[in-house]
């Protein structure tokens, strides 16, 4: 089993930034790959961006490059995300998501393991 435990979401107006933060613990040499997803209200949850765990190559969703950026810090088994420019339409459940195979990673279904979810609410 995996645990993740997502932080770092909050009140922003829009413009401003943020980095999520997603410590991973349990089995980690199972993972494969970190995703986030997000999920607005009333959506259908929605990929962001998913980083290889030990290869390094990144993916992300559709127009969603210009301002998120995924990394992550292996000795400290935490997959972050920063969000710059922030809208008021990047308000939503940001959750963090592990994979433990590399067959898309775009994709909800792929994932064996997801964190409880952090608030990102953007005001304009």
């Known amino acids: 089993q995996v645990q993740l435990v997502e932080s770092g979401g909050g009140l922003v107006q829009a413009g401003g930034s943020l980095r999520l933060s997603c410590a991973a613990s349990g089995r980690t040499e199972s993972i494969y790959a970190m995703g986030w997803f997000r999920q607005a209200a009333e959506k259908e949850r929605e990929f962001v961006a998913a980083e290889s765990w030990r290869g390094g190559s990144t993916y992300y969703g559709d127009s969603m490059k210009e301002r998120f950026t995924i990394s992550s810090d292996n000795a400290l088994n935490t997959v972050y995300l920063q969000i710059d420019s922030l809208k008021p339409t990047d308000t939503a459940v940001y959750y963090c998501?592990?994979?433990?195979?590399?067959?898309?990673?775009?994709?909800?279904?792929?994932?064996?393991?997801w964190g409880q979810g952090t608030q990102v609410t953007v005001s304009s």
């Open positions: 998501a592990a994979a433990r195979n590399g067959y898309g990673v775009v994709s909800v279904g792929n994932y064996a393991y």
